[in-house]
């Protein structure tokens, strides 16, 4: 994988404002079983849903399409096939262990990356309604001390950014002469108990990491990015929800060979995480969601821009298996949104509220007012996802 957007650059100390293993979890793991895992992989550029879970039944997809077709995409039921280079996904599939949602959506309608990135992750009904992110608030919510958040990359994410401490590590190998930045900043922080737990913490982390291999990780090793943060993520000190993104899903242009790359990293990523976790495999999720999709039509440069509706993976041991999560609008002319775009059937925000009950435990009320506020007309999409 030549472009996924991984900073390689040791974070000691994440974000200011939070970063700390001790946290939350009114959880179904503390009173029975192991501790749920859960992880949320953002793909920013707006990933093309309609590439991804290919909508082979529908009459009008390859009129729509024509170049960008995809052809032979191994089939699902319901009239579906998943893109050739998601082949650990499809074999996930099979298992009873990836469903999807084809045509899910923010709940606002706005073309712009960066303001639907905010909605995708503040929770909120619109632009910049919250200053924190709802996965933060999540691990609020689930309440009990137990639960550890921890964001992936070299910032972390509205998502995962809030009142509840999260630690990040950033893949790519320690910065030589550490030792001396670290003394260094423990002689500044040492009146300062804020920075000072936080400075710690990352280092915790980033030792975890190293016993992990994480440090010395090659550039574009996605299966090694996914088999560490899914190391980081066993044992007594381990995280129990995660943050990762991936970028460059933007295909304006020559978009089946960019989709290639960027879906065989997903593919690697998420291989990575389920070989990484091993057992813990049964006890986690993996949610996969974008900001918004593209146009139905494919543009004069074989690629397609800024659309609506797009698809939201959901995978794991701990999912139970099942059909597509919600309805397919069809690609019929007078169905497309605007005339344009895939019609949205279904707010992303069911799709996270059903995961964080069953999987997280949080309950409804939380969910509606807390996670998600305003958004008691979105009920979690269907019952026991898990």
Known sequence: MTDL???????????????????????RAQTRGPKPKLVVIVARGAMDGLSVTVPT??????????????????????????HPALP???AMYDAGQLRFAPAAAIPVRVRSHFDAQDVLENGGEGLRQ???????RALAAAGGGSFKGLSVGAQTPLILRGAAETSSWAPGGQVKGEDRIASLLQDLYVDDPLLQGNLARGLETEAMAAEAGGTSLRRNDVTGLGQTVARLMTGDNGADVVALSIDGWDTHARQNGQLQTRLTGLDQVIGGLHDGLRDQWANTMVVVATEFGRTARANGTQGTDHGTGSSLLVAGGALKPGGLIGDWPTLADNRLFEGRDLAPTIDVRSVFKGVLRDHLGVDRAALDNRVFPGSASEAPTLDGLV
């Open 88 to 90: 650990g996904l499809k």
């Open 130 to 136: 919250q200053n924190d992110g709802w996965l933060n």
């Open 57 to 82: 039944g529908d009459p009008n997809y390859r009129a729509l399409r024509g170049g960008l077709a995809i052809d032979n995409a191994p089939a699902m039921r319901d009239g579906f096939g998943l």
């Open 5 to 27: 957007m991984m900073n390689r650059r040791l974070l000691l100390g994440g974000s200011v404002a939070g970063i700390g293993l001790a946290f939350a979890g009114q959880t």
